[in-house]
C-alpha cells in the first residue's frame, strides 16, 4: 500500500468516527452545534433555519459572496439550456428568494431551467448550502456556456442520483464518476462499484449527511485539463481530473433539471422529511444560500 493510499484510508476513518461520535453526542440529547431545525412540511419558507449555519465550513479566506440573499443582482434566469425544452425555451423554471434562500421548482410540469451568473470565471472555488428536496434533480455548473455545458457537480438527490459527483453536462465524449448513489431514500446509500472510494462508510451516512437540514458543498476547477475537486460538510469526495483540455472558463449556474421523471415517483420527500409530498411537480423544491466564491486566477 502507497502513502497516498494509506492517508486516504486513515482520512476515511476519521470522517466515520467523527460523525458516529456527533451522532451519539445528538442521542444523548446534545444538538449539533450550527445545525438548522427541519422546515414545516407544506412550506418552502426557511424562517426555522435563518441565521443558522452549518457546523462544518470552507475557510472564508479569500471567498466573497456573489448572492446578497435579497436580490437577483449578478444573475439571471435562463431558459437556453435543454431542461426548458417544454416550454420551448421560452422559461427557465421558478426561482424566487426567501428568507435569504434561493427556492427553486420546475415551473410547468417537466419545464426546469438555469440560474446563472452575469460574470464568468477560469479557475475557482465555489460553496454553497443545500436543502433540497429528496427527489429533485439539480447541480452546481462550473465554466458553464449560455447554453449549458459545463462540468457539472452533482446535486442529484433522488434515487440513483449522487452528491458531489463530476458529471459531463453536455459534453462529448462525456463522464460520469461518484463516490457513491442513493437508493430510495436520503438516508440510504450504495459505494460498489463507484469510480471513488467513498470517504464516509455507508453506515455513517445518515449521521454525516442531514436530511431537511443545510448541508454544505464545496468545488474547485483548476486547468485545462480541468481537474475538480469536492467536498461534502467539509469532507474531501473526490478529486478528479479530464482527459482533454475543454472549456477554459464559464458561467457558474445552478439547475433544476427538466423532466418529469426528475420530480416525481413514490422515492419523493420533503425536506421536513414526510414521505406523500405535494402531487404537484411545480412544487417540489430545491433551496440553496450562501453561495460564495474565490477566484483562483
Known amino acids: 500500500m502507497n502513502t497516498r493510499d494509506l492517508t486516504r484510508l486513515v482520512c476515511a476513518a476519521l470522517a466515520s468516527v467523527s460523525v458516529m461520535l456527533e451522532a451519539q453526542a445528538n442521542q444523548g440529547g446534545v444538538p449539533a452545534q450550527g445545525r438548522g431545525q427541519p422546515q414545516g412540511r407544506g412550506q418552502a419558507s426557511d424562517e426555522a433555519n435563518r441565521g443558522k449555519v452549518d457546523q462544518v465550513k470552507a475557510g472564508q479566506e479569500g471567498f466573497v459572496t456573489i448572492f446578497d440573499g435579497t436580490s437577483m443582482k449578478g444573475w439571471t434566469i435562463s431558459g437556453k439550456s435543454r431542461h426548458s425544452n417544454v416550454s420551448k425555451n421560452a422559461s427557465g423554471g421558478t426561482w424566487v428568494i ?17 440560474f446563472i451568473t452575469d460574470q464568468k470565471y477560469s479557475d ?29 457537480i452533482m446535486v442529484d438527490y433522488r434515487t440513483n442520483g449522487s452528491v458531489a459527483g463530476v458529471y459531463g453536462e453536455n459534453m462529448k465524449p462525456g463522464f460520469n464518476v461518484a463516490a457513491f448513489h442513493f437508493f430510495d431514500a436520503p438516508d440510504r446509500i450504495m459505494t460498489e462499484g463507484e469510480a471513488y472510494p467513498m470517504p464516509v462508510l455507508p453506515a455513517a451516512w ?17 486547468g485545462n485539463p480541468a481537474t475538480v475537486t469536492t467536498w461534502i460538510n467539509g469532507v474531501k469526495f473526490l478529486e478528479w481530473t479530464d482527459t482533454m483540455p475543454r472549456l477554459s472558463d464559464g458561467y457558474l449556474a445552478l439547475q433544476v433539471h427538466g423532466g418529469l421523471e426528475y420530480v416525481h415517483g413514490p422515492a419523493f420527500r420533503s425536506a421536513d422529511t414526510s414521505r406523500d409530498g405535494d402531487a404537484d411537480y411545480t ?8 453561495i460564495r466564491i474565490k477566484t483562483l486566477r
Not at 412544487?283 to 450562501?290: A, H
Open 124 to 152: 475557482f472555488e465555489v460553496v454553497l448550502d443545500m436543502r433540497n428536496d429528496f427527489g429533485m434533480d439539480s447541480g452546481l455548473y462550473l465554466r458553464s456556456t449560455e447554453d449549458g455545458m459545463a462540468y457539472q
Open 206 to 222: 445518515p449521521m454525516f449527511w442531514k436530511h431537511g437540514q443545510w448541508n454544505e458543498i464545496r468545488a474547485r476547477i483548476v
Open 98 to 114: 426567501r428568507d435569504r434562500t434561493l427556492i427553486a421548482s420546475q415551473d410547468v410540469p417537466g419545464n426546469g431551467g438555469l
Open 283 to 290: 412544487k417540489r423544491y430545491v433551496r440553496y444560500r450562501n
